[in-house]
């Protein structure tokens, strides 16, 4: 099929791509067999460059609401979706803005409790207890009570964990970086991290300017 043949994929793939709605439904011969015209060619192309830069996920509703006629609910798809790139441009500013901002603290300044921190990032205190036995933040215990009570050096780690984990850095990788933040009193091991960061952002951004281009060309295909 040459259809799959272009884009590397099986045959038994275009079928399911087709069954799911991101390819139009095909012609059938009269022995059954389905038959592609170059809208589906376009229809894939479109899928796949909206893959790169939305997600397979969010990229199958977009061509599901364009096969189905429903262009607004595809565009609003997309919308959301740069809006969540947004969001996270600005979550990495926020990180870059807090290590700036990383400094000493006085440690018996800001003391504060699970629920009240919990609360104050909007998150359940299962998830500080969780961050705690993955080593991302040690508060000590109140000798009297066992409570745990979380110092200004503690609320920064949380902070700066919660950042990470918004941009999608998994728990295994925030704990070294922050111990040796703690370690060596600076954030240059961070800087890696972040580069790395910029560049899997921009290179969503760019795949998204692709996937924008190829599906406004299947788009005019589609039109009477």
Known sequence: MD?????????QAIRNYEDA?????????????????PLHAQALRAFLA???GHGHRTATSIMRAVNRGDTEDALRLIDESHGQLLDDRRTLQAVEAALRDLAPVPQERGDTFIGPLARRLDIRPATLRTWENAGLV??????????????????????????????????ERIAPLLAQ????????????????????????????LKGAATLDTYLSAREP
């Open 21 to 37: 709605g991101i390819l139009p439904a095909s012609e059938r011969t009269a022995h059954g067999y389905r038959t592609y015209t």
């Open 3 to 11: 259809l799959a043949r272009e884009h590397g994929l099986s045959t």
């Open 50 to 52: 909206l893959a790169a």
């Open 138 to 171: 040690r508060p000590r215990r109140d000798p009297r009570t066992g409570y745990r009570i979380y110092s200004a050096a503690d609320v920064r780690d949380v902070r700066l964990a919660h950042q990470l984990r918004r941009g999608g850095y998994l728990l």
């Open 181 to 208: 933040v703690r370690s060596a009193g600076g954030v240059a091991p961070l800087e890696s991290t972040l580069r790395d960061w910029q560049t899997r952002l921009s290179t969503r951004s760019r795949a998204m």
